[in-house]
């Protein structure tokens, strides 16, 4: 069998589609698929964005996503939010999932598109999160208002109907979102970026002792990918001046508001 041959019968095997606005784009395990300002898959003119950041190849008997770009990072996860990695320029990973959901941020607008596979190499299953503890790395205790920022924050990509773009607000219109000063809200934004740092989230420090300043963004793509906060918590907004913004103990927090961190690959 030629590699011609070999490479159509894989890609008849293992048809790999692309799901971004509403739109399914097929590819083609012959060439590369180009995601970006350009290419197969043109997202945006956004000006923060690559001309062509991500591509989707064939090679080796497997599929891989990779990161073509010079800047940006791209968060990839599971459909169950489990399994975690951030794609940093240069690196690629290889699709084993049936599904995987793909966020990344350019400026202040964070996209996310999913990538859909006939072969599934690892089956995703729901780690349990009624015990604390019981998860692969601990649990992360947030209180109410720390979630509520979380949510304020991922708010206009929590309300997509399918995969596609949301602005993350600034900081100011996120603090008069949830009725806050800009001083309560930049002091839980520090709290948290620091709390998930510690516990292996990359992307939200930008150096020894210092905050990333694209950590809003960040915060955003972890939080959806690993369904931190998802759309059952846009409610929440609507009484968010009955939250305690007092102090961060994490001892005094109310059950529904513990969450477990994910795998982080």
């Known amino acids: 069998m030629t590699m011609d ?8 095997k293992t048809a790999v589609r692309v799901e971004f606005c509403g739109e399914e784009y097929a590819v083609d395990a012959r060439k590369p698929f180009l995601i970006g300002r350009e290419g197969d898959l043109v997202v945006d003119e956004n000006p923060f964005l690559h001309r062509t950041f991500l591509s989707v190849t064939f090679d080796a008997g497997l599929w891989w996503l ?22 940093a320029p240069g690196a690629r990973l290889p699709i084993v999932f049936p599904e995987l959901q793909v966020l990344f941020s350019a400026g202040t607008t964070t996209y996310d598109f999913t990538i859909t596979s006939d072969l599934e190499y690892f089956s995703p299953s729901q780690l349990s999160t009624t015990t604390a503890g019981t998860t692969t790395v601990g649990p992360i205790h947030l209180t109410s208002s720390q979630r509520l920022l979380i949510v304020a924050l991922a708010e206009d990509v929590l309300r997509q109907a399918s995969p596609g773009r949301g602005e993350i607000p600034a900081s ?28 292996g989230v990359q992307g939200l420090r930008g150096g020894p002792g210092k ?23 846009l409610p929440l907004l609507d009484h968010a001046d009955q ?10 927090v109310d059950p529904a508001t513990v969450f477990h961190c994910r795998l982080v690959c």
Do not use: H, M
Not at 212 to 232: F, H, K, N, Q, W
Not at 243 to 252: F, K, T
């Open 172 to 199: 100011a219109a996120a603090a008069a979102r949830l009725g806050w000063s800009q001083t309560t809200f930049n002091r839980k934004l520090d709290n948290v970026c620091d709390k998930l740092d510690k516990f």
């Open 243 to 252: 939250a305690d913004v007092g102090g961060d103990n994490p001892l005094a």
């Open 211 to 233: 905050l990333a300043t694209g950590r809003r963004a960040r915060l955003v793509e972890y939080a959806v990918s690993t369904r931190l906060v998802d759309a059952s918590d």
């Open 5 to 12: 041959e070999a490479t159509d019968t894989a890609t008849t």
């Open 66 to 87: 990779t990161n073509i770009g010079n800047t940006l990072s791209a968060t990839v996860t599971d459909t169950t939010g489990n399994v975690q990695a951030w794609l």
